[in-house]
C-alpha cells in the first residue's frame, strides 16, 4: 500500500526503558517529519530530515534521537523513556504538501 | 519566536450552521496557509491551502479567507455536517511555500450537532 505506515500503532514501556517508533514512507520524498501531538499544545516537531543521512533538530528534540540511513526509513528512539514522552506521535513525510501517517500511541508507565 | 494562534480550542455549532476557526500569524515570511483535518485514530490530512497573493479560496464547503494586512486567516465551514466533527489545525510554512517548513496552530475540536 503506497503511504507512510507507523509501527507499531500502540505501545506501553516503562520508565527508563529504550523505544523505538517506525516510520516508513513507500515514496522517495526527501524530506521527513517526526512530531509530538498532545491536549493544549497541538502538533509539535521534535526531528525532521531533509534526505538520507541528513537530520535535524526541532521544536521539542530533548530525549529523542533519529537516523536515516535509507530514504524511506526514518525510525524515533527515545532513549530512556520518561513519563513526560507519553503522547502521540505523527511522522509525515513532504513532496508538495505533507502527508501523515495515522500515529503511535506511546505510554509510559 | 515564530507562531501561530489559532482559536477557538473548541467549538460546538449546530447541523447546517456556520462552523468558523481562526488563526493569526506573526512572521511576514510566511507564504504558504493549509488547514488540516484530523479524525479520531488519524492523521492529520491536508483539507484546503492558500497562498498570500489571494484573499479567498473555495472548495465546495471550505473557504479560507485570508487578511494579508492583518496577518489573520480563517476556515469557514458551511452547512456544517455531523459527519465534520473533528480537530483543524491551521499551519504556515515560511522558505518554500508548500515545500517549506510547517508550524502548527494548537488546533480547534468541532462538534456538530444533529
Known amino acids: 500500500d503506497a503511504g507512510i505506515t507507523q509501527s507499531p500503532r500502540y505501545k506501553i514501556t516503562e520508565t527508563g526503558r529504550q523505544v523505538t517508533l517506525m516510520c516508513h514512507q513507500t515514496?522517495?520524498?526527501?524530506?521527513m517529519f517526526w512530531y509530538r501531538q498532545d491536549l493544549g499544545h497541538g502538533l509539535r516537531l521534535i526531528y525532521y530530515?531533509?534526505?538520507?543521512?541528513?537530520?535535524d533538530k526541532g521544536e521539542v528534540p530533548d530525549g529523542y534521537v533519529v537516523s536515516r540511513s535509507k530514504t524511506e526509513n526514518f525510525p524515533l528512539t527515545l532513549e530512556s523513556a520518561t513519563r513526560s514522552q507519553t503522547s502521540v506521535y505523527f511522522c509525515?513525510?513532504?513532496?508538495?504538501?505533507?502527508?501523515f501517517g495515522s500515529g503511535t500511541r506511546l505510554t509510559v508507565v | 519566536q515564530q507562531q501561530v494562534k489559532q482559536s477557538p480550542q473548541s467549538l460546538i455549532v449546530q447541523k447546517g450552521g456556520i462552523s468558523i476557526i481562526n488563526c493569526a500569524y506573526e512572521?511576514?515570511?510566511?507564504?504558504?496557509f493549509p488547514w488540516y483535518q484530523q479524525f479520531p485514530g488519524k492523521g492529520p490530512a491536508l483539507l484546503i491551502a492558500?497562498?498570500?497573493?489571494?484573499s479567498e479560496k473555495k472548495e465546495g464547503r471550505f473557504t479560507i479567507s485570508f487578511n494579508k494586512s492583518a496577518k489573520q486567516f480563517s476556515l469557514h465551514i458551511m452547512d456544517s455536517q455531523p459527519g465534520d466533527s473533528a480537530t483543524y489545525f491551521c499551519?504556515?510554512?515560511?522558505?518554500?511555500?508548500?515545500?517549506?517548513?510547517?508550524?502548527f496552530g494548537k488546533g480547534t475540536k468541532l462538534s456538530v450537532k444533529p
Open positions: 509525515a513525510s513532504r513532496d508538495d504538501g505533507y502527508t
Open positions: 512572521n511576514t515570511a510566511f507564504d504558504y
Open positions: 499551519a504556515a510554512s515560511y522558505y518554500g511555500g508548500s515545500q517549506g517548513n510547517l508550524i
Open positions: 530530515s531533509a534526505a538520507a543521512d541528513i537530520t
Open positions: 515514496w522517495s520524498h526527501s524530506y
Open positions: 492558500i497562498r498570500p497573493d489571494v
